[in-house]
């Protein structure tokens, strides 16, 4: 190795561990304070939290990528925002282009140290490769907070055996749902809009829910949909396909794996394809059966 090369190592090498040694010092310095140096925070249960503000005036896209963990979406009179509970710091990114946000929790830790969620790329730094990470142990969970008033107009969750709930939600969204081996619940949901939902396999949910066009295919599961007192009945539009299952229409079983409807007046739509599993549709209040 040249002279000069070994001057260069020798700085870099110097340069890390100074810098080692500041960050280690300036964490100390900051937990002793009490000053918040990372963008995540101990609650007072002991977790780790981070918390995303969406700008509702701005940001018109939201898409979040997980695998393995449970997402709850619920309404909020403050600011919209995700806030995801116990994930190391080097598990996830944040990265805005345009006006969609994308918050991915499967990225290796090169990526997650590149801040993009102001749109811009910079390095968060190496203090914090120092910072405490949760225990192995500890449950992760990612928690959307959506106010009504968000210019939003598309969610889409991408979530490999997470369980996925949204509930209570009154946003003209377009709403887009990708998940296998997992359930997905819609309580009490309206919007205008579309719900897309793809299920490789697991249970939809759907009770209570208000929705202008919902479209779910799953594998291997089951759709359990109650509208009852929601929509008058003779105005929703059926395209129901259970192929090697049954579909369970008011509490009766019918004959054929395949009901389809297109009332002159219709208001909403539903069209739900299982390939292997059933479909309990529930429409009318006389006819509603505890599930």
Do not use: H, W
Request: net charge negative; glycine share 8%; with cysteine.
């Amino acid at each position: 190795m040249k002279p000069t090369s070994i001057i260069f190592l020798v700085m870099a090498v110097i340069l890390f561990v100074g810098g080692y040694a500041m960050c280690r010092f300036a964490s100390a310095r900051a937990e002793r304070d009490g000053v918040e140096i990372y963008s995540q925070r101990a609650d007072s249960e002991g977790n780790q939290v981070y918390s995303y503000t969406v700008d509702d005036n701005s940001i018109s896209s939201l898409k979040l990528v997980f695998s393995g963990v449970n997402v709850t979406v619920e309404p909020t009179e403050g600011e919209s925002r995700v806030v995801l509970t116990n994930f190391p710091v080097s598990s996830y990114a944040v990265t805005m282009s345009g006006s969609t946000v994308t918050i991915d929790g499967t990225v290796g830790k090169i990526m997650s140290l590149i801040d993009r969620s102001s749109g811009g790329l910079q390095f968060r730094g190496i203090r914090y490769f120092l910072m405490k990470n949760p225990p192995d142990d500890a449950e992760k969970s990612v928690l959307v907070y959506i106010t009504r008033y968000s210019k939003l107009n598309s969610l889409v969750i991408t979530d490999s055996g997470g369980d996925i709930s949204l509930s209570r939600l009154d946003n003209p969204l377009d709403y887009t749902i990708i998940s296998s081996g997992a359930s997905v619940s819609l309580s009490e949901v309206s919007t205008v809009s579309v719900m897309k939902i793809d299920l490789t396999s697991g249970v939809l949910n759907c009770d209570g829910c208000e929705i202008f066009t919902i479209r779910a295919s799953i594998s291997d599961g089951s759709a359990r949909i109650n509208t009852a007192g929601k929509y008058d009945a003779s105005t929703i539009a059926y395209n129901l396909s259970a192929e090697n299952g049954s579909i369970i229409y008011n509490g009766a079983i019918l004959e054929e794996q395949i009901y389809k409807i297109s009332p002159a007046n219709t208001y909403a739509r539903m069209e739900i394809s299982v390939k292997n599993g059933s479909i309990t549709l529930t429409d009318s209040v006389d006819n509603q059966v505890a599930q």
